[in-house]
């Protein structure tokens, strides 16, 4: 459902800027999630531990995102719920840098 990329590689080309609020995550440092301020959809989210240009886009979005990408990991496997099955290399957090 998301894939790591340079926030330089994102271009927003519906709905105008998008909204955004903060809260902190599991490092301490601040999250920072951007939605579409008209229907709430996350589109992506900053995770400032993992420096300045990386974001997580929420790729299921895009309809190739959903049809033809594979699965290359999970993060926050810590998180995931005991029947669900792993589908990939599964990371407690985030994968190491």
Known sequence: MNQIIPKSALKITQGGEPSNYQYKGD???SVNC???PKCTTHIYHH???MGPDTIIL???LIPE???DWDVGAEIY?????KW?????TT???LPPS
Do not use: L, N, P, W
């Open 27 to 29: 490092s301490g440092s």
């Open 34 to 36: 951007y939605y579409c």
């Open 47 to 49: 995770q400032e531990v």
């Open 58 to 60: 929420r790729t299921s």
């Open 65 to 67: 995102g959903r049809s």
């Open 77 to 81: 496997g810590k998180a995931k719920m």
């Open 84 to 88: 669900e099955k792993e589908i990939a």
């Open 91 to 93: 990371f407690e957090t």
